[in-house]
């Protein structure tokens, strides 16, 4: 449960009602398009935030947003703009990360991308890593563009099979290292606390062509990093398959 929900629409201004502290969730929604809604938050100099912006909320989530955190500025009595992010968490989703020059009241901007309107959840932490409990952790997993799930209904519980690629395939592939598995294995086992999601392992510490989730290592220069730069060294690739009654 978000610590601040949006029950009357935020402004897009700094008479905002609603306030953020770090460390907290707020929940809201983008009702019409061009909308956005203003939270203000408080920072200390020299300190590190990171403030993300997710849709969130099922079949009416956000499905790409944008954030940006504002100034008031004193010339002009509006808000200048000091970090903006589109889709740097990956599925349309926002992240800024922020070190406050001064000790002063900011402003964080939830938007939808464009056009775009629905539900999301707004969150502001310390530190450099986002801190994703689990309500962040499961609509990080919810595929917001098209409201794909691993299971028939949405909540139960599913099982799913995954193993590291035998056969490779495209540009710079290699195998999974140990240390990869292992960190593989790490990663999987946090999913299923959070989403009740079981990944069974085909042959954990070897390699297979069968399994749902398969996989490898590419290092293609010419393909994208999803994290912001042009190009990118490394990348590991996920081949999903979809046997019934799994949808992907
Ligand atoms: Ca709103
Ligand atoms: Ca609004
Ligand atoms: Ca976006």
Same mark, same amino acid.
């Given at each position: 449960m978000a610590n601040v929900i949006e029950t009357t629409d935020a402004p =897009?201004?700094?008479?905002?009602?609603y306030t953020l502290l770090v460390g907290q969730t707020a929940a809201g929604a983008i009702?019409?398009? #061009?909308n956005s809604d203003f939270y203000r938050i408080d920072l200390t100099a020299g300190h590190q935030y990171v403030f993300a912006l997710l849709g969130a %909320? %099922?079949? =009416?989530?956000?499905p790409d947003s944008l954030l940006t955190l504002e100034k008031l500025d004193g010339a002009s009595g509006g808000t200048l703009t000091v970090a903006s992010n589109d889709d740097s968490l990956g599925d349309g989703n926002s992240v800024i990360r922020f070190t406050a020059p001064e000790t002063a009241t900011y402003y964080l901007n939830a938007q939808g991308y464009w056009d775009f309107v629905g539900t999301y959840l707004l969150a502001a932490n310390e530190g450099t890593r986002l801190n994703v409990g689990a309500e962040l952790a499961r609509n990080l997993l919810d595929?917001?563009?098209?409201? =794909?799930?691993? !299971? !028939?209904?949405?909540?139960t519980s599913g099982n799913v099979t995954i193993g590291f690629r035998k056969t490779l395939a495209g540009v710079g592939a290699t195998q999974f290292t140990d240390a990869q598995k292992a960190a593989t294995q790490q990663i999987t086992a946090m999913i299923s606390e959070v989403c009740g999601l079981t990944f069974t392992y085909v042959d954990p510490t070897g390699f297979t062509d069968s399994a749902t989730i398969l996989l490898q290592n590419i290092n293609d220069p010419f393909f994208p990093d999803r994290?912001?730069?042009? #190009?990118? =060294?490394r990348r590991c690739f996920m081949w999903v398959a979809c046997p019934a009654p799994l949808r992907r």
């Amino acid at each position: 449960m978000a610590n601040v929900i949006e029950t009357t629409d935020a402004p =897009a201004s700094i008479t905002t009602p609603y306030t953020l502290l770090v460390g907290q969730t707020a929940a809201g929604a983008i009702g019409v398009a #061009f909308n956005s809604d203003f939270y203000r938050i408080d920072l200390t100099a020299g300190h590190q935030y990171v403030f993300a912006l997710l849709g969130a %909320g %099922g079949s =009416a989530s956000l499905p790409d947003s944008l954030l940006t955190l504002e100034k008031l500025d004193g010339a002009s009595g509006g808000t200048l703009t000091v970090a903006s992010n589109d889709d740097s968490l990956g599925d349309g989703n926002s992240v800024i990360r922020f070190t406050a020059p001064e000790t002063a009241t900011y402003y964080l901007n939830a938007q939808g991308y464009w056009d775009f309107v629905g539900t999301y959840l707004l969150a502001a932490n310390e530190g450099t890593r986002l801190n994703v409990g689990a309500e962040l952790a499961r609509n990080l997993l919810d595929n917001n563009d098209t409201g =794909a799930q691993w !299971t !028939t209904n949405e909540g139960t519980s599913g099982n799913v099979t995954i193993g590291f690629r035998k056969t490779l395939a495209g540009v710079g592939a290699t195998q999974f290292t140990d240390a990869q598995k292992a960190a593989t294995q790490q990663i999987t086992a946090m999913i299923s606390e959070v989403c009740g999601l079981t990944f069974t392992y085909v042959d954990p510490t070897g390699f297979t062509d069968s399994a749902t989730i398969l996989l490898q290592n590419i290092n293609d220069p010419f393909f994208p990093d999803r994290m912001g730069s042009s #190009f990118s =060294a490394r990348r590991c690739f996920m081949w999903v398959a979809c046997p019934a009654p799994l949808r992907r």
